[in-house]
């Protein structure tokens, strides 16, 4: 028997990937595609197939006070964590790109438990610690509490960046006379502001979806959008909380979209 051609295998091999790629992907979009359908069902129930298309759940999302404050809240609160988680993730990452840190494997892998932790144990936890400071049922232990959920998402993004930084350059603006925080900020920053921007839209998207720790911390007057929609589905289906979704899904691809089109005018 003859062998197949290495051109017709290389072929075989791309189309095989693709179609692979392409399954994969339409697995992950699906449930998304479903959510925006009924968030424009005419119905008010999840059935299939639709009765029709309408715009009347938007309507009400937008005209409902519970919702339009829980949305205000979640931007809110997701802001203050990116402001604060920002600049401290970007710290950590310095830090931990430090050759001469001691211990730098052990902090980094606890910087990033709250990332690869069982949301629901990091939620037990921070509730007990902040129920013993009294930041329970405040905006404050919520913020806290975010921002040590998104801050191991900056160290990642500023940290993959940081290796592409030539230290020469920082001996070269040192030996010009350059105190450490000029060299930074002329010689450091500019390098890794795509880490950092990539960062702080995933601390913000972190914040922004965030309902397990929300759900131990937050008292009847902290109602965030994730949180509402949880307690929606629980009480009273309605397809109010597909448009919901699919806003707070748009927001996160503008997010996405937007630190793209930054990152590409810095190159």
């Known amino acids: 028997m003859g062998r197949t051609p290495p051109k017709a295998a290389s072929i075989?091999?791309?189309?095989?990937?693709?179609?692979?790629?392409?399954?994969?992907?339409?697995?992950?979009?699906?449930?998304?595609?479903?959510?925006?359908?009924?968030?424009?069902?005419?119905?008010?129930?999840?059935?299939?197939?639709?009765?029709?298309?309408?715009?009347h759940w938007y309507a009400q999302f937008l005209t409902t006070?519970?919702?339009?404050?829980?949305?205000?809240?979640?931007?809110?609160?997701?802001?203050?964590?990116?402001?604060?988680?920002?600049?401290?993730?970007?710290?950590?990452?310095?830090?931990?790109?430090?050759?001469?840190?001691?211990?730098?494997?052990?902090?980094?892998?606890?910087?990033?438990i709250p990332m690869i932790a069982p949301v629901v144990i990091v939620g037990v936890g921070m509730y007990f610690l902040f129920s013993t400071l009294g930041l329970t049922a405040t905006y404050t232990g919520l913020v806290l509490a975010h921002t040590a959920l998104a801050v191991p998402f900056v160290v990642v993004s500023v940290s993959a960046v940081l290796t592409s930084l030539d230290r020469r350059l920082l001996w070269a603006a040192s030996s010009m006379g350059a105190k450490p925080l000029l060299a930074f900020r002329k010689v450091t920053l500019p390098i890794i502001l795509p880490g950092v921007a990539s960062g702080a839209v995933f601390a913000f998207a972190t914040s922004l979806d965030e309902v397990v720790v929300t759900v131990f911390l937050a008292g009847p007057g902290q109602r965030t959008l994730p949180r509402e929609m949880f307690t929606a589905a629980r009480d009273t289906l309605t397809p109010t909380i597909a448009a919901a979704a699919t806003?707070?899904?748009?927001?996160?691809?503008?997010?996405?979209?937007?630190?793209?089109?930054?990152?590409?005018k810095l190159k």
Not at 24 to 53: C, E, H, Q, R, W
Not at 68 to 94: K, Q
Not at 247 to 264: D, E, P, Q
Request: some cysteine.
């Open 12 to 55: 075989a091999g791309r189309l095989s990937l693709g179609i692979f790629s392409t399954l994969i992907l339409a697995f992950l979009i699906a449930p998304l595609i479903v959510i925006v359908m009924f968030s424009f069902n005419a119905g008010g129930d999840f059935t299939y197939p639709i009765k029709g298309l309408s715009l």
């Open 65 to 112: 006070d519970t919702w339009t404050d829980a949305f205000y809240h979640s931007v809110m609160l997701a802001i203050a964590t990116t402001a604060i988680a920002t600049p401290l993730g970007t710290m950590a990452a310095l830090g931990l790109a430090t050759p001469q840190l001691p211990g730098k494997r052990l902090i980094g892998a606890l910087l990033l």
């Open 247 to 264: 806003i707070v899904v748009v927001c996160s691809m503008l997010l996405l979209s937007a630190s793209t089109l930054f990152k590409r």
